[in-house]
């Protein structure tokens, strides 16, 4: 009887949507979307994610753990009193606390009795309590996307797609002399990814035992990882989104991996970059393609909406392979949702939404993929995600502004303006700061100091940080000024956010 209750609730709903008039274009999804009603909440540690989305959508609120903004920001709610919680080990954690704080709670009643909820991450958990509050979640489930998210399960996905991944191997790995001979095929230089977490936390690089010891209890505790071929490899990135009408590709960007200047990863992600003449026609032409049918595959399991893929480019051999699906918004999604492509029709993000908004409407994805695929609608942006690098822990005294700040010719900054995202740069002199460390908090290996976000390149062709991002992450860790631990009273250290990867 409740299966058939249900299919009665469900074929009522279609038969409501069925009854609206039906959206044509592009210019009727703007519209629809400049005027909606309905309360819609980003719920998160910060708003990086969806930086600006509130221009575009009447009613969206982001309701944050950390105010990176000192208030000043009209459409972000975060909760004035801390209250006593567990040691976050998640960003779910952080989205869970938020959603049983009292002040989110009456803040999101005061609004309305239903609404929309989007989320970076989020569990079981947080979908009860987002229903309880009333909010549908607009996106696919969360054991869904954690059996996307799984590194070895993308692996299956891919090749049921027809997408190449790097030479590689599914198993369960027992000591060295095992990985030895489950990968005797791959060669002695290895890459071992175990199914979830950050790229820079559980992505392996084996060339010996001694490599082997330092994180044997990490890849024995699975049940099977990945091991791949090490290749000569340029990282890029790649977002779209799942539609009823097929799938919309974003183009290519540059991702930055691994430099010391900014996170104490070797395989940390940290930043960005958008530019048409960063890749060949026919590795952008390929990566779309892939994408595309990568994205298929995903609406036959079920998946709808945004999702990001990393490719790795073999330098030696100039192959293209599927690195990574990550079944959400990403890191990267402040790029792609404010370049000029996205501004010129609108953000992939608004494509994302509009497949939960029970409304009936039409669009061209071949065109709209023909348009984004041009090289003349790519201009050039990049961002750099700044951690603390040093095997050190200390006490913030001192943190910049969020807002746009100018580099003079010395190569020092200082701070111009406040704004809420980075529209506002208008020259290669300019950036956007988002702070995301503050004073009063702990600075430790791996924590993130903030975004920075400007125009023109960040790298050369040889794909190195050129002297200008240099300069700007040197002049934003001038801002930051701390006190050793053994200088701070001797008080309990607060609860950090650490370990995990929060963007």
Not at 190 to 201: A, I, K, N, R
Not at 326 to 331: A, Q, V
Not at 365 to 387: E, M
């Amino acid at each position: 009887m409740q299966a058939l209750s249900t299919l009665n609730i469900t074929a009522k709903k279609e038969a409501l949507i069925e009854k609206k008039e039906k959206l044509k274009g592009l210019s009727d999804i703007r519209r629809f979307f400049y005027t909606n009603k309905e309360p819609i909440y980003f719920i998160s540690a910060t708003n990086f994610n969806l930086l600006g989305a509130d221009e575009w959508v009447k009613g969206l609120r982001f309701i944050n753990y950390i105010d990176c903004f000192d208030k000043q920001h009209p459409n972000v709610f975060t909760p004035k009193e801390e209250v006593p919680h567990e040691e976050f080990q998640s960003i779910e954690d952080i989205n869970n606390y938020l959603l049983e704080h009292k002040e989110v709670v009456d803040y999101i009643r005061g609004r309305g009795k239903h609404g929309k909820a989007l989320f970076l991450m989020f569990d079981e958990k947080t979908e009860a309590l987002a229903k309880t509050l009333g909010l549908e979640v607009c996106f696919p489930s969360a054991a869904m996307r954690t059996s996307l998210d799984n590194k070895v399960n993308t692996n299956r996905i891919a090749a049921k797609a027809g997408v190449p991944c790097v030479p590689n191997v599914l198993s369960k790995v027992n000591s060295y002399a095992h990985l030895c001979e489950v990968s005797h095929h791959l060669g002695k230089d290895l890459v071992v990814q175990t199914p979830f977490g950050d790229s820079g936390h559980t992505t392996f690089f084996i060339s010996s035992e001694t490599d082997w010891q330092k994180y044997a209890d990490e890849i024995t505790a699975e049940e099977e990882v990945k091991i791949m071929k090490r290749i000569n490899c340029r990282g890029s990135a790649i977002e779209a989104c799942v539609t009823r009408h097929g799938t919309i590709v974003a183009p290519l960007m540059t991702e930055l991996v691994g430099f010391t200047e900014m996170t104490p990863y070797k395989g940390g992600w940290c930043g960005n970059e958008i530019y048409a003449g960063a890749f060949n026609t026919t590795i952008r032409k390929q990566a779309r393609t892939y994408t595309e049918m990568f994205g298929e595959q995903l609406r036959k399991e079920g998946y709808k909406g945004y999702f990001e893929l990393d490719f790795l480019i073999d330098q030696d051999t100039k192959e293209l392979y599927l690195g990574e699906l990550n079944p959400r918004i990403t890191g990267a999604s402040s790029i792609t949702n404010h370049a000029v492509f996205a501004l010129s029709d609108m953000p992939l993000f608004l494509f994302h939404l509009l497949e939960w908004m029970d409304q009936p409407y039409e669009l061209n994805v071949k065109a709209i993929n023909a348009r984004w695929a041009k090289k003349v609608n790519v201009d050039s942006w990049g961002q750099l995600i700044i951690k603390h690098t040093d095997k050190t822990v200390d006490k913030i005294t001192k943190a910049p502004r969020t807002g746009i700040y100018t580099m003079h010719e010395d190569g020092s900054i200082s701070f111009s303006r406040m704004d809420t995202h980075r529209r506002a740069v208008e020259s290669e002199n300019e950036a956007f700061f988002l702070r995301i460390s503050d004073v009063n908090n702990y600075r430790y290996e791996g924590a993130d100091l903030g975004i920075l976000v400007t125009r023109g390149r960040l790298m050369t062709n040889k794909f190195k940080l050129n002297e200008r991002a240099q300069q700007w992450i040197a002049a934003i860790r001038n801002e930051f000024e701390a006190m050793p631990l053994d200088t701070v009273a001797s008080t309990p250290m607060p609860m950090e956010i650490g370990g995990f990867k929060m963007l």
